[in-house]
């Protein structure tokens, strides 16, 4: 086993990745389509100042310190930058909801990546944490956020260590800290440790983590962390991949930005395909265009199923995300249109299943990472969470009855009453149910418990019925009877 | 025998005065007792209270929250193996079940020399190398069982000594401010006016 190439004796012969073009990279694959945030990943040093300041780093920032932040701002809302941590939203229109006078303002860098399947926030903190620091330095600058908290899984040793190897090279360089570049901006960029809680990457968690507290979701609205964040003020909290998209509008405008991309989704995008496919990486894509095929097809992609098996379901934005299977293939990676197909694009993560996968099984792992984190706030996740946990490892391990499945739709409604989202199915003659779903938890890590295996039981309920036991229906006996019959 | 030492105490007070208030440094504080000791023990919890200015509950409230703290002895090494699905996809519960037999200790357990605990973790971020696992939070890619025992024999033998601190050290690099290039933290309800940098009569256009 290495950290740099892939071991020969590999658990799959078809797992092996062909071509690795930067093996100081584990799974990262770069391509000839443009790049916004991973230009630097061609060198073995990215990560230090001095390759940083050979490629153009910290230019954006210089010509954001020679704008006026409003102009920043403008550049950055006109960019259509859509946050990367899953909703999606424009961070200029985020940045935006400020109350006017209310002093200070913080940043709340959310680098807190835990979503199954997810790997892209790591690789741009680990590999080019300069980007990600000029990234922030150009959001205070234009929003007027005077610190910055950079808030990195407890996981992730390295991206620590290269973020506070690159924090103090840029401190002692002048890019951080007092009077930046001899201007009168001067903010500091603090690097906070995480200690290992999925929950804390839901924005209001992580604020109450920073603050010291278990990383519980604060009930919104009414307020939003823009308007009511740490300690009481406004707080813009934005994605790692956000931010690093940043320095790349300061430098080439939002035009150059936009040029890149659908006018809906600009830009590019980072995604982590990973599971049953031949060349599992991460990839800088199009953003907007490229379609789930070319992800999982292209040969400048993933390049197919391993052994060229059949597709059977596919999670296409992260754990939380609805399946989808063959019937979506050809669904650009867009969010409003994976949204009225029925599940969103969360955070760039594709996990493949070919047809060899055992689906309940599939669906246990992440019904049981959602109820294993579960922060306990909101009944119907804590309670809801492990009780479907409890009954899928019952039914996994063949002790199932189908009365199991039904009570697992019925836990699943209390936590997202109404009709749940999911895919079309030609082979079961279904029709999507478009995204979001309804939901009685503050926020989504219950309906993450739910949405796998709401998926797994409506796009595969053959699978389900072949592993449990029928029972009859029990019938309740009215109470009133019993007590008529004692009277 | 376990508060923190003198030169943690220092670069305690170094990581509070990073933040407008002192019980942001809490987790921070935490981390580097468990950094000290290999775990979190009473003592340090009073200790970091004192320190930050909270009850020693409200220490414990807090750590206990988070899956990185252990609040008993664990091995120098905490093996970490990922379950989830693309792992689990490609044959993490195997390597699971081998990391079992070749440690013979059940998931969760600490072997019996107390060098090595083995724990079952949830996604590590590396799905594209599955199977993958942690050791103290140092990856470790496309786990072969052949591979889980060659790293089980290294670190035995202590050839990963270098490359893996022992259990607790977060990074082996830290954040230093300088105290001439920061800008110092303020206490929220200290502020009352906008940064330098934004003009400050005209406010900016409503949005």
């Known amino acids: 086993?290495?950290?740099?190439?892939?071991?020969?004796?590999?658990?799959?012969?078809?797992?092996?990745?062909?071509?690795?073009?930067?093996?100081?990279?584990?799974?990262?694959?770069?391509?000839?389509?443009?790049?916004?945030?991973?230009?630097?990943?061609?060198?073995?040093?990215?990560?230090?100042?001095?390759?940083?300041?050979?490629?153009?780093?910290?230019?954006?920032?210089?010509?954001?310190?020679?704008?006026?932040?409003?102009?920043?701002?403008?550049?950055?809302?006109?960019?259509?930058?859509?946050g990367r941590g899953g909703a999606g939203f424009p961070a200029g229109v985020k940045w935006g909801f400020t109350p006017q006078g209310v002093w200070p303002r913080y940043l709340v860098v959310n680098g807190d990546e835990s979503e199954p399947g997810t790997y892209k926030d790591r690789l741009l903190m680990e590999r080019d944490p300069h980007q990600l620091i000029e990234g922030c330095l150009i959001a205070c600058y234009a929003a007027g956020l005077s610190q910055c908290f950079l808030y990195v899984r407890g996981e992730m040793a390295l991206a620590q260590e290269r973020i506070a190897t690159a924090l103090n090279d840029a401190y002692a360089a002048g890019y951080i800290g007092k009077n930046i570049l001899g201007t009168d901006f001067s903010v500091d960029i603090v690097l906070?440790?995480?200690?290992?809680?999925?929950?804390?990457?839901?924005?209001?968690?992580?604020?109450?983590?920073?603050?010291?507290?278990r990383g519980m979701p604060r009930l919104k609205p009414p307020f939003f962390p823009a308007a009511v964040g740490l300690y009481g003020k406004p707080t813009i909290v934005n994605n790692v991949e956000t931010l690093a998209n940043l320095p790349f509008v300061a430098l080439n405008g939002s035009a150059a930005y936009t040029a890149i991309g659908t006018p809906t989704s600009p830009g590019t995008r980072m995604v982590a395909v990973s599971g049953h496919v031949k060349r599992p990486g991460v990839y800088e894509i199009i953003n907007g265009s490229t379609t789930f095929r070319d992800i999982i097809y292209g040969d400048e992609f993933s390049q197919g199923i391993r052994d060229d098996n059949d597709l059977k379901a596919f999670v296409p934005g992260g754990g939380s995300a609805p399946w989808f299977v063959e019937d979506q293939l050809d669904i650009p990676f867009e969010g409003k249109q994976a949204g009225a197909a029925g599940s969103m694009l969360g955070s760039g993560a594709i996990m493949v299943m070919d047809s060899t996968t055992d689906i309940p099984h599939a669906a246990y792992t992440l019904?049981?990472?959602?109820?294993?984190?579960?922060?306990?706030?909101?009944?119907?996740?804590?309670?809801?969470?492990?009780?479907?946990?409890?009954?899928?490892?019952?039914?996994?391990?063949?002790?199932?009855?189908?009365?199991?499945?039904?009570?697992?739709?019925?836990?699943?409604?209390?936590?997202?009453?109404?009709?749940?989202?999911?895919?079309?199915?030609?082979?079961?003659?279904?029709?999507?149910?478009?995204?979001?779903?309804?939901?009685?938890?503050?926020?989504?890590v219950g309906p993450s418990a739910w949405a796998p295996l709401h998926s797994a039981l409506t796009l595969f309920p053959e699978e389900f019925d072949a592993i449990v036991t029928k029972v009859p229906k029990r019938v309740s006996i009215p109470v009133t009877a019993l007590s008529g019959a004692d009277a | 025998m376990s508060r923190l030492s003198d030169h943690n105490v220092v670069l305690a007070k170094e990581i509070i005065a990073r933040y407008p208030k002192q019980k942001s440094a809490l987790i921070p504080l935490v981390h580097l007792s468990q950094e000290q000791n290999g775990y979190v023990t009473e003592d340090a919890m009073r200790h970091i209270a004192e320190l930050v200015n909270v009850t020693p509950a409200e220490v414990l409230g807090t750590a206990s929250f988070y899956e990185m703290f252990k609040f008993e002895p664990v091995g120098k090494y905490v093996v970490n193996v990922c379950t989830t699905l693309s792992c689990a996809l490609l044959g993490a519960g195997e390597l699971m079940h081998h990391a079992e037999e070749k440690l013979g200790v059940k998931a969760g357990g600490t072997t019996a020399d107390?060098?090595?605990?083995?724990?079952?973790?949830?996604?590590q971020a590396a799905c594209t190398e599955a199977p993958c696992l942690q050791v103290n939070y140092r990856h470790k890619y496309r786990v072969t069982p052949a591979d889980f025992d060659a790293m089980i024999d290294d670190l035995r033998a202590g050839k990963l000594d270098g490359e893996i601190p022992p259990?607790?050290?977060?990074?082996?690099?830290?954040?230093?401010?300088?105290?001439?290039?920061?800008?110092?933290?303020?206490?929220?309800?200290?502020?009352?006016?906008?940064?330098?940098?934004?003009?400050?009569?005209?406010p900016e256009e409503s949005n």
Not at chain 1, 203 to 212: F, K, Q, R, V, Y
Request: proline share 8%; glycine share 10%.
């Open chain 2, 167 to 202: 259990h607790g050290t977060l990074g082996t690099q830290r954040q230093h401010i300088p105290d001439d290039k920061g800008v110092g933290a303020v206490h929220p309800d200290d502020v009352t006016d906008g940064p330098a940098w934004i003009p400050a009569p005209a």
């Open chain 1, 192 to 213: 906070h440790w995480g200690a290992g809680a999925y929950v804390v990457g839901e924005e209001t968690a992580l604020i109450e983590s920073l603050e010291g507290e």
């Open chain 2, 114 to 123: 107390g060098l090595i605990t083995l724990e079952p973790a949830e996604c």
């Open chain 1, 367 to 444: 019904t049981k990472f959602y109820a294993h984190e579960s922060c306990g706030k909101c009944t119907p996740c804590r309670e809801g969470g492990t009780w479907l946990m409890r009954m899928l490892e019952r039914v996994v391990a063949g002790h199932g009855t189908d009365a199991d499945l039904d009570q697992m739709r019925e836990v699943g409604q209390t936590i997202c009453p109404g009709e749940m989202p999911h895919a079309s199915s030609e082979r079961l003659g279904l029709e999507a149910v478009p995204f979001p779903y309804k939901m009685t938890t503050i926020c989504f």
């Open chain 1, 1 to 82: 086993m290495s950290d740099t190439t892939p071991p020969s004796n590999s658990p799959s012969p078809s797992h092996a990745p062909n071509a690795v073009t930067h093996s100081y990279i584990p799974g990262f694959y770069i391509g000839d389509r443009p790049k916004v945030v991973t230009s630097r990943f061609e060198y073995e040093d990215s990560y230090t100042l001095e390759r940083s300041l050979a490629t153009d780093g910290y230019e954006g920032l210089k010509k954001c310190l020679a704008m006026s932040p409003q102009e920043m701002h403008d550049e950055v809302r006109n960019s259509t930058v859509l």
